[in-house]
Structure formats: C-alpha cells, structure tokens
C-alpha cells in the first residue's frame, strides 16, 4: 500500500506564530486530504488538494504530486488550532500518516 | 446538508460478545468506508462499500464484517471481541471531493 510520513510529529507554538507541516507519500494519487482531528475524535476536513494550492482563512495547502509531498500552512496560529492533523492519500481507501499534534499556547 | 451520522456515539462491550454500529452516510452518497484508530496503529481503514457491495478490505480478521443497505446506510459487525478491539471507529462518506468522517463510535472491551 502507499506510505504516508508525516513530520514533524510534534509542534508547540506561541500563539500568532506560523507553521509548516509536510507529507510525503509514496506513491502517485488522484486524492489527498488534510483533516483536523477535534478533541471528541471526528476528523474535520481541512482540504482536498491532489495538487496545486488552496487557502481557506489562515490555512493553506500546497500539493506538489510529481514530488510526491504536500506542505499544510498554519498562519497567525490561534489556541483553537491546537489538535492532530492528518495528512491522507488514495482512492478507494485512505492511507493516513501518523499525525502532526499542534499545541498552540496563548 | 446532513453530515455522516454515526451511532452509537460510545459503547461497552465485554469481551467476547459482538457489537454492531452503525453509519448513514451524507444523502446520496453510494460509498462508505470504515475505519479503526487506535493509539498503537493509527487510522486504519476496514472495508469500503459501494452501492451493496463490498468493494475493497482492509487486512483484519474475519470477525470484523459489514454489510451495506439499499439506502446506503451501513453497519459494521464485530463479532467474539477482544479487549485489543478497543478503538475509535470512523465511518466516511465519499464524494468527487473526497471523503466526509462521522463523530465517529469510540468502543471500550472490558
């Protein structure tokens, strides 16, 4: 199946700060998603970006497929950010990374 | 627009019974997946279904089935629990723009 990798696997920022967060993947895909994992577990979704760019208030992605690696930008980041983000690829069925936990602190 | 409704929200089994849970997912979407998350192995995804018809399966045991109704709601089975069947499970709709989870049923297996 394809492989997902996630980094970093961590994040602490101060709140206003900025952030990156890369996926890699190993495979070529028609799909990827960005999600948001919220406290009570539901996976919140962030983009679908199988390539190019979108921005949606203080996010953005960017999915370069021929490079095989998309990079989700937190910007002004705010305590309500804080939580798992999940990088996800495929068709039929979807390959998650491990997860980047953001902490966001006031 | 409804979003993926998934029931029930949190449930206790005892080890070796069975649990069914269930999922409806956004109207008129035909395709619905399943997923497990647990702390040791991440999200992983269990079967897909697509208009009655199992499409695709994830690798776990045959004790995990589901099936899929003419109106596209779907239930998953888990049969003779094990405590390591504690888990998230998430069930998602899929569309051209990807897929849509549900709160999702978190089971504990004492």
């Known amino acids: 199946g394809i492989q997902v990798e996630q980094s970093p696997p961590d994040l602490i920022l101060q709140e206003g700060a900025n952030s990156t967060l890369r996926c890699n993947f190993s495979?070529?895909?028609?799909?990827l998603q960005w999600f948001h994992q919220n406290p009570w577990g539901q996976l919140i979704n962030l983009f679908y970006?199988?390539?190019g760019t979108k921005q949606n208030g203080r996010l953005s992605a960017t999915t370069v497929a021929t490079e095989r690696y998309s990079l989700l930008y937190i910007s002004s980041s705010q305590t309500t950010d804080s939580g798992v983000y999940f990088c996800?690829?495929?068709?039929?069925?979807?390959?998650f990374g491990a997860g980047t936990t953001v902490t966001v602190r006031a | 627009k409804a979003g993926v409704t998934q029931t029930p929200r949190y449930l206790i089994k005892t080890r070796g019974q069975q649990v069914t849970l269930s999922c409806s997912p956004i109207?008129?979407?035909?395709?619905v997946s399943w997923y497990q998350q647990t702390p040791g192995q991440g999200l992983q995804f269990l079967f897909e279904?697509?208009?009655?018809?199992?499409?695709n399966k994830g690798n776990f045991p045959g004790r995990f089935s589901g099936r899929q109704f003419s109106n596209s709601r779907s239930e998953m089975n888990v049969s003779t629990l094990e405590l390591g069947d504690s888990a998230l499970y998430l069930c998602?709709?899929?569309?051209?723009?990807?897929?849509?989870f549900g709160s999702g049923t978190r089971l504990t297996v004492v």
């Open positions: 998602a709709s899929r569309a051209e723009t990807g897929y849509t």
């Open positions: 495979d070529s895909v028609n799909n």
């Open positions: 970006i199988p390539s």
């Open positions: 996800a690829v495929g068709d039929y069925k979807l390959s």
């Open positions: 109207s008129g979407h035909r395709s």
């Open positions: 279904y697509f208009s009655e018809t199992q499409r």
